[in-house]
């Protein structure tokens, strides 16, 4: 699977977040150097192309182990999953208080966290979920730890569209194009369409209309994160199938797309290739592409 998928990355990006859900997830800077070389091992002659690699937080991460990875340059930034939210996430957070001594040593880096926010309580919702997460998760924590730096990662709601827009500097979001292209009357309505299957999930029109709106502003805390999550066919195209959209081959056109059809192309390469850099306080690339999130 790497091997197929990596150059439809490599092929157009100079550089991409990568995350660290694996089955085996990446907790340790061994883990994250041999993910990286298997990554690059895949990228084809002629590409210029960097993994910026990720930390799978877990209750029982070692911040030491963390801290080395961080000034060694091989983690970018650390991801927390709120345990069972996502594909490989069984292994993620259960409460933000057990892992608040890492996320303390985090802030005192300057060290980037990366949130998949949602809730994962089975009486909440699907469609709430992220709401939910603001209120009694993210918003606690960004009270605790104000100069944490923090990536609301794909958001989905206008809750999330206003309340990063509302936040301060140290707080940022990604959007992925099918949040911008589609709703979930395009994954429902007139038969299921398991590809346009992700999580978060799809939501209702006014909160694709809310993100179209905030990327088409010109809002510089928001920027590309493709969230592109490949599977086989048989695990997408069935009676249980997973989570996840494979963009990479499209996605950069789907946003050019979206930005064409809010008349906000003046901000196009800014959302692409410059707000995530002056985030994660990265080189801006000189050569073609952006920096992406996988």
């Not at 590309?224 to 048989?234: F, K, M, V």
């Amino acid at each position: 699977m790497l091997k197929t998928v990596v150059p439809y990355t490599s092929e157009i990006y100079g550089r991409a977040i990568v995350m660290p859900n694996l089955a085996s997830p990446i907790t340790t800077v061994d883990a994250a150097i041999a993910y990286r070389q298997r990554i690059l091992d895949a990228v084809p002659a002629g590409h210029d192309f960097t993994p910026l690699m990720t930390c799978y937080l877990t209750d029982s991460l070692d911040a030491d182990e963390l801290e080395r990875g961080f000034h060694e340059g091989v983690f970018t930034a650390a991801k927390l999953y709120p345990a069972n939210a996502t594909t490989n996430s069984s292994h993620g957070v259960t409460s933000v208080d057990a892992i608040m001594p890492v996320l303390e040593r985090m802030e005192k880096l300057g060290m980037p966290l990366l949130v998949h926010g949602e809730v994962t309580h089975a009486e909440v919702d699907i469609f709430d979920r992220e709401a939910r997460f603001i209120d009694t998760v993210m918003e606690p924590l960004r009270q605790r730890l104000t100069a944490l730096k923090v990536v609301f990662e794909h958001i989905t709601t206008k809750d999330a569209a206003q309340y990063v827009r509302d936040g301060n500097d140290y707080l940022a979001a990604t959007i992925t194009p099918q949040h911008l292209m589609f709703n979930r009357n395009d994954m429902l309505v007139g038969g299921i369409r398991p590809h346009l299957y992700c999580l978060p999930i799809l939501k209702r029109n006014i909160h694709q209309q809310a993100l179209r709106e905030l990327v088409a502003s010109g809002f510089t805390r928001a920027f590309l994160g493709t969230d592109s999550a490949p599977h086989s066919r048989h695990r997408k195209e069935t009676s249980c199938g997973c989570a996840g959209c494979f963009n990479a081959p499209s996605a950069l056109g789907s946003y050019a797309a979206v930005f064409e059809e809010m008349n906000a192309l003046a901000h196009f390469e800014a959302f692409c290739s410059l707000n995530g850099p002056q985030f994660y306080g990265l080189p801006v690339n000189t050569g073609v592409g952006g920096t992406g999130s996988r």
